[in-house]
């Protein structure tokens, strides 16, 4: 679709960008690349009143055009390169109306550039309710752009913006703030002749950063960096100096245009639920209920809803066979691809609420006050405050954790984050969870309150965080770096979750989650049905001729009854995938695993997910009911028997054995590609398979012996 328009969002973190930028998009948004670059671009588009239609791009956030990691050095890229595919021709600055002085510090920089732009003042009810009061006339009259009050969570003067866009034109003069040749006369003089630019500020910019700017050949940048060494250039005591001239201008442009009568209020509610939520002792007893809260309410509210879709599909199996001519193709789809993909929708409800929960708690600002009271901790196991993003992130999904590692600054305290973070447990594992601790453990109430299966779920979770922590504190002691990591972060005030953006959340988590694992598990479960449908023909030849003559000359009516499973059963044995599974049997027997469970583990190597597909049309392959006319996969799995010994195949600590392998192994390919893309190198991924598969065989060897 190509757009009239574009339009960049640009503004620092927390001024509710991401919240307009959806706004603008509804719907009508996807998710790529920057060219070049790992670093997740947002685009959608909207329609102006005009007529015209706009392409939305939503900058990552930063306090400054001078990055202080990868994804704040992408603003200064795009805008800086004409010939980029995101260059704007019309930049819209969110700020904070509760925090003006600072959010115009960036605006001051960007306004510089002399690219149309204006000014977006979010929160305009919250500065109402804290007694700021902004003369926006005389603001925009001061600054030389149009401003705009509006309140992105409310909704609240999106027409007036999409009206002050469809109005600004290529002559829109911003004021200029700092006089930028002064800071370097020299050097920015012979940098405007090099590049043939009139804009000081953008020649001082790009002796600051034109390492980072890849759209300069390797002869430019050495002439660039010759005229910074002839000048004697010193980028660090420039930047302050600018910093310091722009809030001196800044200071005028505000008096008596911000008048804060509540200033001694501000930030007395949020203050006070400080004092609790981030209580040296407390704090961490708060954020425990609250983990035990999600993990319990994984389970106990998405019961009925797992029950109505486990019904659904087993009603959908039972009706195709009922009503599809038998053979081939109907086995397929029904035995292997429905099988499989039922495996997966079930756990829409528990992915759901995972992702609501941790929306609220993120919309709420809790999120940033659990990093922040994590940081002296993590620090002593040689991980950042920031480390507790990525590391909290993932127990949605460990590949958009470790791309927001780039935020952190320490090449160190990067690198081990990265490798630790697949560790903590996400949702593709919790089907394998609950599936398991559904069959082991007794959905039953501990001191009538706590949920035993809840409980276990969140014994895993802790086990995979307490094992990324230690993991950590090992490659503190192997990785070395001379550089120092600091932690800045600024804690929002308090705020209630916008509930359309959780339930947003909620389906474009779900639908990525059915759709990604949805598109593996129907590859993966037709490749698996053929591979346990077919054999070799001289033993499937010879299992037919077995039962043939069985079922000629015996009159045992109950031998007659099972017939038909037990030759499905014989004959997934001695199928190719009965073989591979077979194959690797005396490797995974110690570990309290059949040869069915290890086709599952192959299989899961592709998406952790894929064990419940896997298992689903292993067992509908097999054939399917057992003597209660049960099709759901949970009775399948739960009455499989050990032909050797007639017990159950998944006992007690079979079960957890299986749990503490999926908690610590690698099995996600999507995750091994985006620590090779984050490193640019095939040395930490390898290192971190090798470590992980070790970590899982171990711990699952471990808990069998010890349980069973």
């Not at 960008?17 to 009508?28: A, I």
């Not at 691809?337 to 759901?352: D, E, H, T």
């Not at 190597?605 to 067992?619: D, K, L, N, P, S």
Request: glycine share 6%; with cysteine.
């Amino acid at each position: 679709m190509l757009a009239d328009l574009k339009v960049a969002l640009v503004g620092n973190p927390n001024t509710g960008k991401s919240t307009l930028f959806n706004l603008l998009t509804g719907l009508n948004q996807k998710i790529g690349n920057f060219p070049g670059i790992t670093v997740d671009k947002k685009t959608g588009f909207c329609k102006l009143p005009s007529g015209k239609s706009a392409e939305i791009v939503d900058l990552p956030g930063t306090y400054s055009l001078y990055p202080k990691s990868k994804d704040e050095s992408i603003v200064f890229q795009v805008l800086a390169d004409k010939n980029n595919s995101s260059h704007p021709d019309v930049i819209v600055l969110v700020a904070d109306s509760t925090n003006l002085r600072r959010n115009l510090l960036l605006f001051s920089q960007v306004a510089d550039l002399g690219i149309p732009m204006l000014l977006a003042l979010n929160m305009a009810d919250m500065a109402k309710k804290e007694g700021i009061s902004i003369d926006i006339d005389k603001l925009a009259q001061r600054l030389g752009v149009q401003v705009v009050n509006i309140s992105a969570r409310k909704g609240e003067g999106l027409p007036a913006l999409k009206q002050a866009i469809a109005q600004i034109t290529s002559l829109a003069t911003q004021t200029s703030s700092i006089d930028a040749k002064s800071f370097a006369p020299e050097a920015v003089a012979a940098i405007k002749q090099k590049i043939a630019t009139d804009n000081d500020y953008y020649a001082l910019q790009v002796l600051h950063q034109h390492e980072h700017l890849a759209f300069f050949t390797d002869k430019e940048q050495e002439e660039i960096e010759a005229i910074e060494i002839g000048n004697g250039f010193d980028t660090v005591k420039l930047q302050g100096e600018e910093t310091v001239a722009r809030y001196r201008h800044l200071s005028k442009v505000l008096s008596d245009v911000v008048v804060d009568t509540g200033a001694k209020k501000k930030f007395t509610l949020t203050d006070k639920i400080d004092a609790i939520l981030t209580h040296k002792v407390f704090g961490f007893i708060i954020f425990f209920f609250i983990l035990f809260f999600i993990f319990n309410a994984i389970f106990s509210w998405s019961s009925v809803p797992m029950d109505m879709i486990e019904g659904g599909f087993a009603w959908l199996t039972e009706k195709g066979h009922e009503h599809l001519p038998a053979g081939v193709l109907t086995d397929l789809l029904l035995d292997g691809v429905v099988a499989g993909l039922g495996g997966i929708v079930i756990f829409i409800p528990q992915i759901a609420i995972l992702f609501a929960l941790i929306s609220i708690l993120e919309d709420t600002g809790y999120m940033a006050r659990v990093t922040f009271m994590m940081d002296k901790i993590m620090r002593k196991f040689g991980l950042s405050g920031k480390s507790v993003v990525p590391m909290i992130g993932g127990i949605a999904c460990a590949v958009p954790s470790i791309m927001s590692a780039r935020n952190i600054e320490s090449w160190k305290d990067r690198i081990i984050t990265i490798m630790v973070t697949p560790l903590v447990s996400c949702s593709a594992r919790l089907p394998v969870y609950t599936l398991l601790i559904s069959l082991v453990v007794p959905d039953e109430k501990v001191w009538g309150v706590f949920n035993l299966q809840g409980l276990t779920l969140m014994a895993m979770y802790f086990i995979s965080i307490i094992a990324a922590v230690l993991v950590a504190l090992v490659f503190k002691f192997i990785i070395k770096a001379k550089e120092r990591s600091y932690f800045i972060m600024e804690l929002p005030v308090y705020r209630m979750p916008r509930w359309n953006n959780v339930l947003f959340t909620m389906y474009e988590k779900s639908k990525t989650f059915v759709l990604e694992a949805g598109k593996v598990i129907i590859a993966i479960s037709i490749i698996l049905w053929v591979m346990s449908t077919y054999g070799p023909s001289k033993r499937f030849e010879a299992i037919d001729a077995k039962y043939d003559h069985i079922e000629a000359n015996s009159k045992d009516t109950v031998q007659l009854a099972t017939l038909e499973r037990d030759r499905a059963a014989e004959k997934l044995e001695n199928s190719y995938a009965g073989l591979l599974g077979q194959t690797i049997e005396p490797m995974i027997k110690p570990l309290g695993y059949d040869w069915k469970i290890g086709i599952a583990l192959i299989t899961s190597f592709a998406a952790r997910e894929a064990f419940v597909g896997t298992m689903a049309t292993i067992y509908s392959v097999e054939g399917a009911e057992d003597d209660g006319g049960e099709t759901r996969l949970r009775d399948k799995i739960g009455a499989a028997k050990d032909p050797a010994t007639g017990l159950p195949i998944f006992t007690f600590a079979t079960a957890f054995s299986l749990m503490l392998f999926y908690a610590f192994a690698m099995q996600c390919m999507s995750t091994v590609a985006i620590v090779y893309r984050e490193t640019k190198s095939w040395k930490w991924p390898m290192i971190q398979l090798v470590y992980m598969t070790a970590m899982a065989y171990v711990a699952a060897l471990i808990a069998y012996q010890f349980l069973k």
